[in-house]
Nanobody, 124 residues
Framework: QVQLVESGGGLAQPGGSLRLSCAAS????????MSWARQVPGKGLEWVSG????????YYADSVKGRFTISRDNAKSVLYLQMNSLKPEDTALYFC?????????????????WGQGTQVTVSS
């Protein structure tokens, strides 16, 4: 069965960095676009970043562009999110999500599997 397991969250100071990982199993990782999304309690889900199966293209929400970098290791079936210059407004529960196919997905209904999430808190 498909499993997505996030790790790497924690507490960071403003201006600091964190690296999230998402270990995937149960499907051919290299055949699917993958994304990161985040959610703050009481607010809707926000798509953060996505990457095509062959990593030839990456995409970012305006709120994180220039600060976050998405990448993937298809040999290891792992998705990453390098987060630099963190801000308090980046505080959220971060999820990785699998698209239905090759194309980039950004809306919740365009993903078929989600991880359980990893908490990121940015505070001094």
């Amino acid at each position: 069965q498909v499993q997505l397991v996030e790790s790497g969250g924690g507490l960071a100071q403003p201006g600091g960095s964190l690296r999230l990982s998402c270990a995937a199993s149960g499907f051919t990782f290299s055949s699917y676009s993958m994304s990161w999304a985040r959610q703050v309690p009481g607010k809707g889900l926000e798509w953060v970043s996505g990457i095509l199966p062959d990593a030839t293209s990456t995409y970012y929400a305006d709120s994180v562009k220039g600060r976050f970098t998405i990448s993937r290791d298809n040999a290891k079936s792992v998705l990453y999110l390098q987060m630099n210059s963190l801000k308090p407004e980046d505080t959220a529960l971060y999820f990785c999500a699998k698209s239905f196919g090759y194309s980039l997905a950004t809306l919740p209904g365009e993903f078929d599997y989600w991880g359980q999430g990893t908490q990121v808190t940015v505070s001094s």
